[in-house]
């Protein structure tokens, strides 16, 4: 009896365990289920209660950032844009992410950037601060109009064309050393990696103009101390920072640095902080320079400022010069050269026009800007080089103002964040031509200059238009005409293209290697 009462019991045990089990069984998967139900309602939410449901674009992309920062991560996100705004062509809008899209009505263009537009910046640009761990902005990391404009204020006088007119023998330095180093690979000598060398002399030309010190590389003829390879990863880092700010929420922590491809963003930007660091205190200390550099204007506006301009803008100032001139420019410089020696009808032409400006004493020996911009074809080759191929690959990211915008026919309500990016501006054919695809300088000078110009977003547009191109286009009309002058170029690896491309926040041209000869003057 009692034995039989002991087996029920264990009998019993046993149901209430089996009914326990199944319980927690039925009760895990009902919470999984309604944890899968409510992740779905959420990703249907984000992906239709919105007024941006309409417009186009990956499925994927619709539903989380996580498609743009894949993109990224694929090193040409600038084509992967051309590619679905020529699949989407007729709505000139490509949705790219849950409150994002991406624009190519040129009409839109005036719209988000142009004078008096109530656009602001999104919050792509701020984790790119110059001040790094301090969080002082900089004139382009600046998210906020009136910040933005009360720095531009402080600097711009530093950048306009009286000022960069007299910084031609700052930049004539460098061109020297550079024609010196083409010179060494002449006569059978080695082909020129034209991706390195233009890539030092954008950032010796910096180093001159900024502070009157060059960084070396054209001396060296290398990295040194892996300073441009730091600076790339930083670019790696900062794009995918910047398209998640929340990571940049969590710079601080000490587990940052253990993060994929983010991870150690701080330590390397401080590489370029600390150079710039150096460079105040070496002047600070009685550094003697003979000439206006940037910093010495910097300095005269600090002294007239006084407490509106203090060490920390100065720092941020001269350090976004390195960073936001150096790759950029040279990218140019490649692009300007590319396409005139892989073009040989350009190249005759471009050739022909400047030994007919030298023989007719229209240009001098160390090219000025005043003389190179005289000069049609080149001015054209220019700019159709820098249109084919910006230097950013990037979106101009804005967030649309209160009470919303209606862009290319669709309402876009308020906060929703809109960009246009160049290469796909430039690829319009409603204003570069049916060719637009095709490098052909004449463009400049038979078609449409003034529409075209008014679409031409390589330096940006509006208020944000980049600060430093007048010092830009000093370097690229004294460099380019010099170069072509002096020696004959062709690729050494034609089959392959020529160079090889990625990019991240710049379009970056790598393996452009080329064959120099010594032309005859
Ligand atoms: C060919 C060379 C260059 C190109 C293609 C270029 C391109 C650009 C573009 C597209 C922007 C606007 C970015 C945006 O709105 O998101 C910009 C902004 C800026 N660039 Fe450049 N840049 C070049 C050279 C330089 C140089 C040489 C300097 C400095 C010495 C410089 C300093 C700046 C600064 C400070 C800004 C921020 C302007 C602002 O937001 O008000 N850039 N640049």
């Not at 209160?402 to 690829?427: D, K």
Request: charge should be neutral; proline fraction near 4%.
């Amino acid at each position: 009896m009692e034995t039989g009462t002991e087996s029920d019991r264990v009998h019993a045990l046993s149901l209430v365990s089996q009914f326990g089990e199944r319980m927690t069984a039925i009760l895990s998967a009902n919470i999984l289920l309604s944890a899968f139900l409510v992740f779905l309602c959420y990703l249907l939410h984000v992906r239709y209660n919105t007024a941006l449901r309409a417009v186009p674009g990956p499925l994927l992309a619709s539903f989380t950032r996580l498609w743009k920062v894949k993109t990224i991560l694929t090193a040409r996100q600038e084509l992967v844009l051309l590619e679905l705004h020529r699949k989407h062509g007729k709505s000139h809008l490509v949705r790219i992410g849950p409150n994002e899209i991406s624009v190519s009505d040129p009409g839109a263009l005036k719209v988000i950037y142009g004078a008096g537009t109530k656009f602001t910046k999104t919050s792509w640009y701020p984790s790119w601060s110059m001040g790094g761990q301090s969080g002082k902005y900089d004139v382009f990391s600046d998210p906020t109009t009136e910040g933005h404009a009360a720095s531009k204020r402080m600097v711009s006088h530093s950048y306009s064309m009286a000022a960069v007119n007299e910084l031609d023998l700052f930049v004539q330095r460098p061109v020297d050393r550079l024609l010196q180093r083409f010179g060494e690979h002449t006569d059978g000598g080695t082909p020129m990696n034209l991706a390195d060398w233009l890539q030092w002399f954008a950032f010796d030309v910096i180093g001159e103009v900024s502070f009157s010190k060059q960084f070396g590389f054209l001396d060296a003829g290398k990295d040194i101390d892996d300073t441009l390879k730091a600076i790339d990863e930083t670019l790696w880092s900062g794009i995918v920072i910047a398209e998640l700010p929340e990571l940049d929420r969590i710079r601080k922590s000490s587990l940052f640095k253990y993060l994929p491809v983010v991870g150690g963003y701080d330590q390397r930007l401080n590489i370029i902080i600390g150079q710039a660091q150096q460079v105040l205190s070496e002047r600070r200390r009685g550094r003697e320079v003979d000439r206006r550099d940037l910093l010495s204007r910097f300095f005269q506006v600090q002294r007239e400022n006084p407490g509106k301009f203090d060490d920390l803008d100065l720092q941020v100032t001269i350090t976004v010069n390195i960073f936001a001139g150096s790759d950029t420019t040279s990218i140019a410089l490649r692009a300007i050269l590319y396409y005139a020696i892989t073009n040989p009808r350009c190249y005759d032409k471009l050739l022909l026009e400047l030994d007919e400006a030298v023989r007719s004493g229209r240009i001098s020996k160390q090219t000025t800007l005043a003389e190179a911009q005289s000069l049609p074809y080149l001015q054209a080759c220019i700019k159709e080089a820098m249109r084919l191929h910006p230097s950013l690959g990037t979106q101009h990211t804005r967030y649309v103002p209160e009470g919303g915008v209606v862009l290319a026919g669709t309402y876009l309500p308020a906060r929703t964040t809109v960009g246009i990016n160049s290469w796909v501006m430039h690829s319009q054919t409603a204003i570069f031509g049916p060719d637009a695809d095709q490098y052909r300088p004449e463009r400049w000078i038979d078609g449409d200059k003034s529409l075209m110009d008014r679409h031409f977003m390589s330096f940006g547009y509006g208020a944000h238009m980049c600060l430093g191109k007048n010092i830009a286009l000093l370097e690229i009309n004294k460099v380019i005409p010099q170069i072509l002058l002096h020696y004959h170029l062709r690729l050494a690896h034609p089959e392959d293209g020529g160079w090889s491309c990625t990019s991240h926040t710049f379009v970056q041209q790598r393996k452009f290697h080329v064959i120099v000869e010594r032309r005859k003057q």
